[in-house]
């Protein structure tokens, strides 16, 4: 049993460095991709995520566990990246994935969560849907991109969605259904759904499969599966 | 019979198992006699599934370190923004208390007033406030302690002159026109009433802690048009609350059309560039009224515990240095030195003095003082 974020929260106020580097671990990865796909670029994500932190650090002695740390910190970052976005001059949010893929020093590349990792013609395909389901994402408005994230892509749950965002659980439900049949037309009308190969579990032959290949891709290194060379 | 209508906009919690057992029994019943939401369902569920598999970008490599020093770097006990931000009121009272300095300083007053309700409109107008930031802590003095080769007078006009640049600066990066505004004036050092273009009124707590919904109710109550707050520390048990507050009041003010920017939230605290030290908090507001810009109503204030551990540590620190040139000065023997190290160690003890009296003022304090700076063109 992994130990409570708010044990590691009350070592680090003790000025125990390790739990800083427990607590990033755990949230550093997801604080990152939420603001990566919620600016649409690497320096901005950056910034965002730094930003986040700061504040979640700096104010730390001030949490009382009222809410979860993790509850809070997806606050903060919500927070700071709505309201980046809202200085910024309104703009589609279009990331490409290639982009992300040569990145100075291979920083940004992007990382499969299983190892995962097709033959390269399928891998094109594959790039190119992920880039078009980004690119739609991008087009969503800040509050449907966000909950569609908090939700799909960071797996969180209805009431701690309510408590990050601080609206009801309703507003939640309908929120997300919005989002996503909003997303579901753009993904229709692009044809997205013609594309058949999204991950399943069944998919073990590919996840062996990986063991060969992720060896060029260092990104990869982080994977569940994809293992020492 | 559940109808469509109903169904689908259910489904989307269906698929993340977010149903009571009624609602599940309704929607499944209705499910497998209609094909149309059966369909939409399967979109759904191969829209989610689409977004589930995008890969996970991998964190730069430098982002933890940088974080890390970020975060050493703001525990020092004083840092250079916060240390240097009481230097020009420091300053300042310095030269009040000396009776040939006074308009100087009362000038000087008022140009900082002018530049720092200036400089909050630039904050306000500014789409990248970030950049006006940075040009936040030349605004504020420089020290005394340690740089015994100064003279007051030096200090002065170097950060009056960087205060100037800085407003120039962040007027200039906001892109906002402004250069008719009677506020441009302020910049060829002939401080009058405030030029606040176009807007009237400003709101402006120091050194302190308001409470958000104060702020609001106060622009509700008399429909100001612009609010501004200055270092607005929150204090508050649940800092998740506290975020989602101020993110709805900026809204709030947004939607009714008041213009307000919180910058610099770090969490606990909102600041906009002006650091007036709470101690001189009376003598301020005095001085204001008498130039006819001020009108007082009502705000509530209390001072934050961090203010008050930052000036304390600054105190020891100017204590250390005072009893370091005094032990130079025993030891000095060319008379230019003597004269150096003494002018040195007397502005040193007049810092002494003046942070004492802000620290016992603090505690008489009361948190219910409420002041409006309310600042107009001159006819």
Not at chain 2, 180 to 188: A, D, F, L, R, T
Request: include cysteine.
């Amino acid at each position: 049993m992994a130990v409570d974020d708010q044990v590691l929260v009350d070592r680090y106020l003790e000025g125990e460095t390790s739990a800083f580097d427990e607590l990033m671990d755990r949230y550093e990865q997801k604080v990152y991709n939420l603001a990566m796909r919620m600016t649409g670029n690497p320096e901005d994500a950056y910034d965002m995520a730094q930003e986040a932190f700061l504040r979640v650090f700096k104010s730390l002695h001030r949490f009382r566990g009222n809410s979860s740390f993790s509850t809070w910190l997806y606050r903060v970052a919500s927070n700071v990246c709505l309201d980046f976005l809202r200085k910024r001059k309104r703009s589609p949010v279009y990331i490409s994935i290639d982009e992300s893929l040569t990145g100075e020093d291979g920083e940004y590349q992007r990382q499969f969560e299983d190892g995962y990792s097709p033959d390269p013609e399928e891998l094109v395909s594959r790039v190119e849907m992920q880039e078009a389901i980004q690119e739609q994402i991008g087009t969503l408005s800040d509050d449907h991109r966000l909950v569609i994230l908090l939700r799909d892509a960071q797996g969180r749950t209805y009431q701690e969605i309510a408590d990050i965002l601080q609206i009801s659980i309703g507003t939640v439900k309908s929120r997300l259904y919005r989002a996503r049949r909003e997303l579901r037309d753009k993904f229709t009308a692009m044809e997205l759904f013609n594309f058949d190969f999204v991950r399943t579990d069944d998919n073990e032959s590919h996840a062996e499969q990986a063991e060969s290949e992720t060896s060029g891709s260092p990104a990869g290194v982080s994977s569940s599966k994809g293992g020492e060379q | 019979m559940m109808r469509c209508k109903i169904a689908r906009e259910e489904l989307s919690a269906y698929i993340d198992g977010f149903l009571d057992d009624n609602e599940l029994q309704l929607l499944e019943t209705h499910l497998e006699s209609c094909a149309d939401c059966r369909q939409e369902l399967q979109d759904l569920k191969a829209t989610v599934e689409r977004i589930a598999s995008l890969p996970q970008y991998s964190v730069p490599g430098s982002f933890r370190a940088e974080l890390r020093s970020r975060l050493e770097a703001d525990s020092l006990p004083a840092n250079a923004d916060d240390k240097a931000g009481g230097g020009v009121v420091v300053w300042l009272r310095q030269q009040w208390k000396k009776a040939p300095y006074r308009g100087a300083a009362a000038a000087c007053l008022a140009l900082f007033v002018l530049l720092g309700s200036y400089a909050v409109y630039s904050n306000l107008q500014a789409p990248d406030m970030l950049a006006y930031q940075d040009t936040g802590p030349s605004l504020t003095g420089e020290s005394v302690a340690g740089e015994p080769d100064d003279t007051a007078g030096e200090d002065m006009i170097a950060s009056t002159e960087d205060a100037a640049v800085g407003a120039t600066d962040g007027e200039s990066r906001s892109g906002k026109s402004g250069g008719s505004e009677p506020g441009m004036g302020i910049m060829g050092g002939a401080p009058g009433i405030a030029p606040a273009p176009d807007e009237p009124t400003f709101i402006i707590a120091y050194g302190s802690s308001v409470g958000i919904e104060d702020l609001m109710g106060l622009s509700y109550d008399y429909g100001w048009k612009v609010a501004a707050e200055l270092r607005v520390n929150l204090v508050v048990d649940d800092p998740l609350q506290a975020t989602g507050q101020i993110e709805d009041t900026v809204r709030e003010f947004e939607e009714t059309g008041v213009l307000a920017r919180f910058v610099k939230d770090d969490g606990d605290s909102q600041r906009i560039m002006l650091a007036l030290d709470p101690g001189l908090r009376d003598e301020f507001v005095a001085k204001l009224q008498n130039l006819g810009m001020m009108s007082e109503n009502g705000f509530i204030l209390h001072d934050s515990d961090e203010d008050y551990d930052r000036l304390s540590a600054r105190l020891e620190t100017l204590k250390e240095e005072a009893v370091r040139l005094s032990i130079h000065l025993e030891k000095a023997e060319k008379a230019d030195e003597v004269v150096t190290l003494e002018d040195a160690l007397s502005r040193v003890e007049t810092e002494i003095s003046v942070l004492t009296g802000h620290l016992e003022d603090w505690s008489s304090l009361e948190e219910a003082d409420l002041y409006v700076i309310r600042v107009v063109k001159q006819p």
